[in-house]
């Protein structure tokens, strides 16, 4: 268990390191892409080994979390690698696994929320509904493709934003907020500075998939 742990502790933290240059880096260029690939094979084996760890100690939430961010990665990742996405094997197998998942953190959800202390398997009904709440919203949009048949290339480009850098936001909060805080000296906790890098991440999303539509804007124009 502890090599589990070191495992998925050492990977973790690279990952964190990795998206951080991801992100910073030039998009579509060659070392962004170095870096991308450097971070899906560390963010997938830190998902894996905590996946395996939450098996072994029972902890349903941090199943469901690890579940979501293979989803993440995986699909973020087909995005930036495919020239057209379809309604094939690559989108359903996903679309139905991470639909499940998310059916089933909700229904922990209410069960935690059903109980005295709004808990479930030690963990709060909001837990469970904020997972479930972007496993459902992942399904759907992964559902929509089916609609459609395929993506437009502005589409592609949000889709591959937007959930790796969701899984980042979820790395990152579990270093920073999460575990992975009790690794930083008592002053540095309580000064409120580990807070900052997770709503920092969610603007810089959005940022760059309000960048996508306006380069997509200008283009028509031209």
């Avoid at 048949?149 to 969701?166: A, D, G, P, Y």
Wanted: hydrophobic share 55%; proline share 2%.
């Amino acid at each position: 268990m502890a090599f589990i742990l070191f495992i998925h502790v050492v990977f973790g933290t690279a990952a964190v390191i990795l998206g951080f240059f991801s992100l910073t880096s030039k998009k579509g260029a060659k070392a962004h892409r170095l870096v991308g690939k450097g971070y899906v094979l560390t963010m997938l084996i830190m998902a894996a080994s905590g996946l395996l760890a939450a098996l072994i100690k029972s902890q349903i939430i941090n199943v469901f979390a690890a579940l979501l961010t293979c989803y993440l990665v995986l699909t973020a990742w087909h995005a930036a690698t495919s020239k057209r996405i379809i309604f094939d094997k690559w989108v359903i197998t996903p679309c139905l696994s991470i639909l499940l998942v998310g059916l089933c953190a909700m229904a922990a959800g209410l069960m935690a929320l059903d109980s005295v202390d709004n808990q479930f398997a030690g963990f709060s009904h909001v837990a469970y509904f904020f997972i479930g709440g972007i496993a459902l919203l992942g399904g759907l949009l992964d559902s929509y493709i089916l609609l459609k048949n395929t993506l437009s290339e502005k589409q592609r480009l949000v889709r591959h934003i937007w959930r790796m850098t969701f899984s980042y936001f979820i790395a990152a909060g579990s270093l920073f907020t999460g575990p992975g805080a009790s690794a930083f000296p008592e002053s540095i906790r309580n000064s409120g500075v580990l807070g900052i890098p997770e709503p920092l991440i969610l603007i810089v999303m959005l940022f760059f998939i309000a960048k996508t539509f306006l380069q997509s804007k200008k283009t028509k124009r031209a």
